[in-house]
């Protein structure tokens, strides 16, 4: 559900990036007053994991559609909301720029879609409602699961309803809601599933996590096996289970296929070109793989068979993780850091 810059007026793009540069900000403040130590590694081997997790695009069976873990929904479970918006951000920050996921027009808007739904709106108002104190099996199971389609069909919307402001493209807003949300039903329903399967396992194994996000307390011991682990499962996923993605459209591109017969529109001049030509530069692992030249694109790389082992998937599962690991990890060490020197130490 990553949102092209040839979607978005300069005007609406504009807008959401003050809209969640402000939630950033908002987002820093708070993990600032929580002060807890123990997250700030946490932080970034779950942004690594959520990158690689977003690698993996799933069929929608009997659509021709696939979807993908969005992950803002874990991220809160996991790290309470706030730390999870900026992990989130982090990650879609570092597709972006270096793999040309969502433009960078975009990037405010796919903040506010995929982050703030989930993690300011489905995650308090209708999670923590259901599952409580995050103990009870079922609740989990349910919470995680309405909540995700609830975020999910939230992010949708304001796909739609950004797009249609924007009026710079031919997808009638009739046309597109009808496709965009039953699709994202469906992928929201597996996104539930396999939210409540990762939490009820950690609850299993490191329950003092899921504690502590749900309390906003520090997690108060040490969490160096689970770091470990979870830091393994993002190498694995990003640089091997990468190549099981599904080679179908995802529900967007779906979506404005099946309204106006292409997956992709034309970016127009000025601001929209001049947005691509950076991208363009910065993107050194485009659409997740080596670049390709004109001449071997034409001579079959659209049909790519699948399994899809690919070497340039496997580097770009592995450097996406390490770059928002990195940066999502640093913006956590800066905020205690800043913690620190206001004569407020840390927890330890």
């Known amino acids: 559900m990553h949102m092209a810059d040839a979607l978005l007026s300069p005007a609406v793009g504009g807008t959401l990036w003050v809209v969640s540069g402000g939630l950033l900000a908002y987002s820093a403040k708070k993990v600032r007053e929580e002060a807890d130590d123990?997250?700030?590694?946490?932080?970034?081997?779950?942004?690594?994991?959520?990158?690689?997790?977003?690698?993996?695009?799933?069929?929608?069976?009997a659509t021709g559609s696939s979807g993908h873990l969005g992950g803002g929904l874990l991220l809160s479970?996991?790290?309470?909301?706030?730390?999870?918006?900026?992990?989130?951000?982090?990650?879609?920050?570092?597709?972006?720029?270096?793999f040309a996921d969502g433009g960078l027009l975009a990037l405010g808007c796919n903040m506010l879609n995929l982050g703030f739904f989930p993690c300011f709106v489905a995650y308090p108002f209708i999670y923590?409602?259901?599952a409580g104190d995050s103990r009870n099996r079922k609740r989990v199971m349910l919470g995680a699961t309405l909540a995700a389609l609830a975020g999910l069909q939230l992010g949708a919307f304001g796909v739609v309803l950004q797009t249609v402001a924007s009026s710079i493209s031919s997808l009638p807003f009739k046309t597109f809601v009808l496709l965009m949300q039953p699709i994202h039903l469906a992928i929201g329903l597996v996104e539930g599933l396999v939210t409540a399967g990762v939490v009820s396992f950690m609850l299993e194994a490191r329950p003092e996590i899921v504690t502590a996000a749900t309390s906003r307390r520090p997690?108060?011991?040490?969490?160096?096996?689970?770091?470990?682990?979870?830091?393994?499962?993002?190498?694995?996923t990003g640089g091997a289970l990468s190549w099981l993605a599904s080679t179908h459209p995802?529900?967007?591109?779906?979506?404005?296929?099946?309204?106006?017969?292409?997956e992709e529109?034309?970016?127009?001049?000025?601001l929209h070109r001049?947005?691509?030509?950076?991208?363009?530069?910065?993107?050194?692992?485009?659409?997740?793989?080596f670049k390709r030249t004109e001449t071997a694109t034409e001579q079959g790389f659209a049909a790519a068979a699948w399994p899809a082992v690919d070497k340039g998937t496997s580097v770009s599962g592995l450097v996406g993780g390490l770059f928002t690991l990195l940066l999502a990890g640093l913006a956590g060490f800066l905020f205690a850091r800043r913690k620190t020197a206001a004569g407020k130490p840390t927890v330890n």
Do not use: C
């Open 38 to 61: 123990r997250k700030v590694p946490l932080m970034g081997v779950l942004g690594a994991f959520i990158f690689a997790a977003q690698m993996i695009n799933f069929t929608i069976p």
């Open 77 to 98: 479970i996991l790290l309470g909301h706030y730390a999870a918006f900026l992990v989130l951000a982090s990650a879609l920050t570092v597709q972006a720029l270096f």
């Open 128 to 130: 923590k409602k259901i």
């Open 219 to 236: 997690i108060g011991v040490s969490i160096k096996g689970a770091l470990i682990a979870l830091a393994t499962a993002a190498a694995v």
């Open 250 to 262: 995802d529900g967007l591109e779906w979506a404005m296929f099946k309204t106006s017969g292409k």
């Open 265 to 270: 529109l034309e970016s127009g001049d000025g």
């Open 274 to 289: 001049t947005l691509a030509e950076l991208q363009g530069r910065t993107a050194f692992l485009p659409d997740y793989g």
